[in-house]
């Protein structure tokens, strides 16, 4: 009899933790299914970036800085291949972020450099071609960060001076999680 009772209880607990663990499934699903629905990989820079990238060229070209967009959005795998050049491929090391790590990834970032008065492109950031004693490069950046770009050449941990980029108060991990900034038509 009381042998019974146990396998009773056992059964019943069982159906217990089934539905449970079901029910917690679906709910899981349900959320991961409301991410995949948000985070649409953009195929281009957002609408607002590729505006002030305009107006970058712009302002730079009224103060006599022919500046050329070396660099704007970047596919996952185009970043990949990025991150293999001086670790598997040959070159220098270029980036620190993977697929998925970069604001180039969401349409958020553009990198610059500067073209000199023979026509070339350059990365001298101490060059200065307009001859006003303030670093062509520097200039640059400072419309840029006038303009809302965070420059990379401020950033602490490794300076990345071509880079700008807009982050819309998202950090990568919530873009990874699939938020994207509002797009205004
Ligand atoms: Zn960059």
């Known amino acids: 009899m009381r042998l019974t009772i146990f396998i009773w209880l056992i059964i019943?607990?069982?159906?217990?933790?089934?539905?449970?663990?079901?029910?917690?499934?679906?709910?899981?699903?349900?959320?991961?299914?409301?991410?995949?629905?948000?985070?649409?990989?953009p195929?281009?820079?957002?609408?607002?970036?590729?505006?002030?990238?305009?107006?970058?060229?712009?302002?730079?070209e009224e103060k006599g800085i022919e500046v050329i967009i070396t660099e704007g959005f970047r596919t996952l795998e185009r970043q990949d291949e990025l991150y293999e050049q001086g670790r598997t491929t040959e070159g220098d090391i270029?980036?620190?972020?993977?697929?998925g790590e970069s604001y180039h990834n969401y349409g958020l970032a553009i990198d610059f450099a500067l073209i000199n008065q023979d026509g070339n492109i350059t990365w001298n950031t101490s060059y200065d071609g307009n001859?006003?004693?303030?670093?062509?490069?520097?200039?640059?950046?400072?419309?840029?960060?006038?303009?809302?770009?965070?420059?990379?050449g401020d950033w602490n941990r490794f300076k990345d001076y071509p880079h700008l980029q807009m982050d819309f108060g998202l950090s990568i991990h919530e873009l990874q999680n699939g938020k994207r900034p509002d797009i205004d038509e």
């Open 94 to 99: 270029v980036t620190y972020a993977q697929g």
């Open 43 to 60: 195929d281009g820079l957002h609408p607002e970036v590729e505006a002030k990238r305009d107006e970058l060229l712009q302002r730079a």
């Open 131 to 152: 001859n006003n004693e303030k670093s062509d490069w520097v200039e640059v950046a400072e419309i840029g960060k006038d303009l809302g770009f965070e420059w990379g």
């Open 12 to 41: 019943i607990s069982s159906i217990v933790l089934f539905v449970v663990l079901y029910l917690d499934n679906e709910h899981i699903n349900e959320g991961n299914k409301q991410i995949e629905e948000d985070a649409e990989m």
